[in-house]
Nanobody, 118 residues
Framework: VQLQASGGGLVQAGGSLRLSCAASARTESSYGMAWFRQAPGKERDLVAAVNWKGVSTYYLDAVKGRFTISRDNAKKTMYLQMNGLKPEDTAVYYC????????????WGQGTQVTVSS
């Protein structure tokens, strides 16, 4: 399983970005998937997760109401729509698939940098 994250960039506070995570063609669509983020000097946080049907979701309290996770199994792609971005959202965002538990995943993408300026 290979995951390719993209869509990061530099944006002003209040702006929006959409991250994408494309899975390799052989990836099982039945995998749960998630977005994590890690800011410099901080631990990696689970930002959002979605089950394989795209129905059940989880959000970190700090992003509820601003971020939306979704997936398109036909395209083997997961998305994170981020609105109302804040400087504290600045981090490297990683996508993951194949959960062993809420925070432990088998497969990881390479990360994409999101920087929010004030």
């Amino acid at each position: 399983v290979q995951l390719q994250a993209s869509g990061g960039g530099l944006v002003q506070a209040g702006g929006s970005l959409r991250l994408s995570c494309a899975a390799s063609a052989r990836t099982e669509s039945s995998y749960g998937m998630a977005w994590f983020r890690q800011a410099p000097g901080k631990e990696r946080d689970l930002v959002a997760a979605v089950n394989w049907k795209g129905v059940s979701t989880y959000y970190l309290d700090a992003v509820k109401g601003r971020f939306t996770i979704s997936r398109d199994n036909a395209k083997k792609t997961m998305y994170l729509q981020m609105n109302g971005l804040k400087p504290e959202d600045t981090a490297v965002y990683y996508c993951a698939a194949g959960p062993r538990s809420q925070y432990v995943y088998d497969y990881w993408g390479q990360g994409t940098q999101v920087t929010v300026s004030s």
